[in-house]
């Protein structure tokens, strides 16, 4: 998405990234549902330590602060389709027990019309970051 690509490419990456994003986003249907998982900083560096990843070592508490305010102004706004917030600070999504417990949320959400706000299109792409057009215009 656009606000990680920001994040991580260069200015040229980045215009790269903007040419192929608005090229597919307009065939990109409207996803039913968005699913963000939120955990602690904390508990991400942990996770992110214990992975032992090359590169990740790089990734620092004032990286993920940035990206995660970036995220919350997004979903702030969002209303394209349900998000589901999923809080997994205490959760370890590699078990299975915990993959079933969340995608019975999601399937609940799914099928829940309630839990569907009302859609509004003059909001950010998540890829390209461009204000939506009106449906008719």
Same mark, same amino acid.
Do not use: N
């Given at each position: 998405?656009?606000?990680?690509?920001?994040?991580?490419?260069?200015?040229?990456?980045?215009?790269?990234?903007?040419?192929?994003?608005?090229?597919?986003?307009?065939?990109?249907?409207?996803?039913?549902?968005?699913?963000?998982?939120?955990?602690?900083?904390?508990?991400?560096?942990?996770?992110?330590?214990?992975?032992?990843? *090359?590169? %990740?070592?790089?990734?620092? @508490?004032?990286?993920?602060?940035? !990206?995660?305010? =970036?995220?919350?102004?997004?979903? $702030?706004?969002?209303?394209?389709?349900?998000?589901?917030?999923?809080?997994?600070?205490?959760?370890?999504?590699?078990?299975?027990? *915990?993959? %079933?417990?969340?995608?019975? @949320?999601?399937?609940?959400?799914? !099928?829940?019309? =309630?839990?569907?706000?009302?859609? $509004?299109?003059?909001?950010?792409?998540?890829?390209?970051?461009?204000?939506?057009?009106?449906?008719?215009?």
């Amino acid at each position: 998405d656009r606000l990680f690509a920001e994040k991580t490419l260069s200015p040229e990456e980045l215009e790269l990234y903007d040419r192929l994003a608005s090229s597919l986003g307009a065939r990109m249907p409207t996803p039913d549902l968005v699913v963000a998982l939120h955990a602690p900083v904390s508990v991400l560096l942990e996770r992110i330590r214990a992975r032992g990843i *090359a590169g %990740e070592e790089h990734i620092d @508490r004032r990286y993920l602060d940035d !990206l995660h305010r =970036r995220y919350e102004r997004l979903w $702030s706004g969002w209303t394209r389709c349900p998000v589901l917030h999923v809080e997994t600070g205490d959760v370890d999504l590699r078990e299975p027990e *915990a993959q %079933e417990a969340l995608m019975a @949320r999601v399937e609940a959400a799914l !099928l829940d019309p =309630r839990s569907i706000p009302s859609r $509004s299109p003059d909001q950010p792409d998540l890829f390209t970051g461009a204000v939506a057009p009106r449906p008719g215009r």
